[in-house]
């Protein structure tokens, strides 16, 4: 395979784990959120401290940890063999655990705040008119919080693009495997081929910028709505 | 049937406390200054506050903490109808109403053209709900509350962020509701105007305990609760038949008991019917002889039934009677004094203005 070819590969790579994260996260995370937005619990702001861990971890942190987790030695990482007769590390599927876990604030977060911002009285309205709660969620919450869905799977995706340091750690660079385009653009560096290198960060940029200001774009039609 | 209520709720410093059973049938004011505590109870009998002792609604229990029994909202079927309407801002006013629709049981989706035809929202139904005005809104939240077929109907001061002109436009589709659909209805209100009209009753919450429960006028008469509404809006609703109409003038002639008032013209009360008017205190004057030279011209004579001065307060309440019709006048203490007005007294009653109430059928 060529050198384009190698990198088309990364990209697709990239881009497919980002999308299997980003539905993955779109799943788990929203009830997570909505109980973070309506919940007066006094240990909430611990699981909001350790929803919000990822984001100040070193990812080699989390990637030591999930490496331990992952190696067919641990419970995890031994059951895993036994049922798939593969091993969670320096796997695709490994990668999506990881990147579940590190991009998990970035689809929490905007969906907390989406949740907050729905008024607790059209919730009382709907649930007078005969909605159950799950009724009103589905059909007053979820519609009234759309954005929030918007920025918070953008946001994901673009951050799982991003991931380095925790793929490095438990993915290793397998072509079309785990060596998504941050791994092809630290490998460019380390073997001197500035030029390719110049080409994809300068892409990455470009990227992080478009999807930057659509969701900033996003959050100003929203405070427009508003006002 | 009746909805039984033994509920208290702790909310921070205030305490509601209210055991009282209501009939379930026409309109029950809860009335009251604010901070009383009448949207608290209305909030509790919801399930949308937490509330603890028992409500039983005809035969269902909705709360019995003692037997840790408490149905959640949606399963209560209330209606419930908010301050601010609370429209859901997503769908348009064909969709709120059809959310409602939708929850309901299949025979009460059959009020879909009732409901509609009886609130005049036809015309309304593609709009966004952002674009309607305050009465609009809340006559939308009505028509929602309806078609979800509730067995009772809570209004929580539904009037009170609409003007005055808002007011006097909606207050029609209120009655025409209560009248056509013969629902339960827990009404909130702090307006003596919208309890007059609507009210079969009226219960008077303050500082979180029910102080009087009784018929509309009979309450509103109450000298103790009068001190309770506050003094400014305080009344007497009299029931006045219409005897004629005077076009050149603009004037309404009407009786009642032994007196004869006129009011601006009331063209679509035909002679013969009775109306509720409502008197506040404050415009009611006391003469001890019929006065000469005056611009009021509804001078009324009566009898004084009751005085009552408050030492901490320059006003005196009196309580008149005027066949078998009461008026209440608000004068100054000192007035009172030096007229030397007791019961027993004849005096005449000047009256400065009066409010149309609740038509009576």
Redesign the interface.
């Known amino acids: 395979m060529g050198l384009m070819g190698d990198l088309s590969t990364a990209i697709v790579l990239t881009a497919k784990l980002a999308g299997v994260t980003t539905l993955v996260l779109l799943v788990m995370a929203t009830p997570l959120a909505w109980w973070l937005a309506r919940s007066k619990r006094w240990f909430k702001p611990f699981v909001e401290a350790v929803t919000a861990l990822p984001l100040v971890l070193p990812p080699t942190v989390l990637g030591f940890y999930l490496l331990l987790l992952f190696s067919p030695d641990s419970t995890l990482g031994g059951a895993w063999v036994d049922f798939t007769g593969s091993t969670l590390t320096f796997s695709f599927i490994g990668l999506v655990f990881a990147s579940v876990l590190y991009s998990l604030p970035f689809m929490v977060q905007p969906l907390q705040t989406a949740f907050e911002a729905v008024?607790e009285?059209?919730l009382?309205?709907?649930?007078?008119?005969?909605?159950?709660?799950f009724?009103?969620f589905v059909?007053?919450a979820c519609?009234?919080a759309l954005r929030g869905f918007l920025s918070a799977c953008i946001l994901t995706f673009a951050h799982t693009v991003g991931e380095f340091g925790v793929v490095l750690m438990v993915g290793g660079s397998l072509p079309g495997e785990t060596r998504v385009i941050s791994i092809v653009l630290y490998e460019y560096v380390e073997t001197l081929r500035f030029d390719e290198a110049h080409d994809l960060a300068l892409l990455l940029v470009v990227f992080s910028f478009v999807v930057l200001s659509t969701v900033y774009l996003l959050n100003r039609r929203l405070r427009f709505r508003i006002a | 049937m009746t909805l039984h209520i033994d509920m208290q709720v702790t909310a921070g410093e205030f305490r509601l406390s209210v055991t009282e059973t209501l009939p379930m049938d026409g309109c029950t004011a809860v009335f009251g200054p604010s901070g009383a505590g009448k949207s608290t109870l209305l909030r509790g009998l919801a399930g949308f506050q937490f509330a603890t002792g028992r409500i039983q609604c005809e035969e269902t229990v909705w709360l019995d903490s003692s037997r840790g029994t408490d149905m959640p909202s949606h399963t209560r079927r209330l209606g419930y109808v908010f301050q601010q309407g609370q429209l859901f801002p997503h769908l348009n006013v064909e969709g709120n109403l059809r959310y409602a629709q939708r929850r309901a049981s299949a025979a009460a989706s059959m009020q879909w053209d009732r409901v509609v035809k009886a609130l005049e929202l036809d015309a309304m139904l593609a709009r966004k709900v952002q674009t309607l005005s305050g009465g609009e809104r809340q006559r939308v939240a009505l028509g929602r509350a309806l078609l979800s077929a509730p067995r009772l109907l809570l209004l929580d001061e539904p009037l009170s962020a609409l003007d005055n002109q808002r007011k006097a436009e909606i207050l029609p589709f209120l009655e025409r509701a209560k009248d056509e659909f013969r629902l339960p209805m827990l009404y909130v209100s702090h307006s003596l105007d919208e309890v007059t009209r609507l009210a079969d009753r009226v219960l008077v919450l303050a500082g979180g305990e029910v102080k009087a429960l009784g018929e509309t006028v009979a309450i509103l008469e109450r000298l103790d609760v009068q001190s309770l509404t506050g003094t400014f809006e305080a009344g007497a609703i009299v029931t006045a038949t219409v005897f004629g109409h005077d076009q050149t003038r603009l004037l309404t002639s009407l009786r009642f008991g032994d007196a004869v008032i006129t009011m601006p013209l009331l063209l679509h009360i035909s002679p013969g019917q009775s109306v509720r008017l409502r008197i506040r205190s404050r415009d009611v004057a006391i003469a001890l002889q019929r006065p000469e030279g005056i611009s009021i011209r509804n001078v009324v004579a009566a009898r004084i039934l009751d005085v009552v001065s408050d030492p901490a307060s320059p006003y005196s309440e009196v309580l008149l009677e005027t066949g078998s019709e009461h008026l209440r006048a608000r004068i100054t203490r000192a007035a009172a004094e030096d007229l030397d007005l007791n019961p027993g007294l004849r005096v005449y009653a000047l009256i400065k203005s009066v409010a149309l109430g609740k038509p009576d059928i």
């Open positions: 008024d009285e059209l009382n309205a709907a649930s007078s008119l005969g909605a159950s709660p009724d009103a059909t007053v519609p009234l």
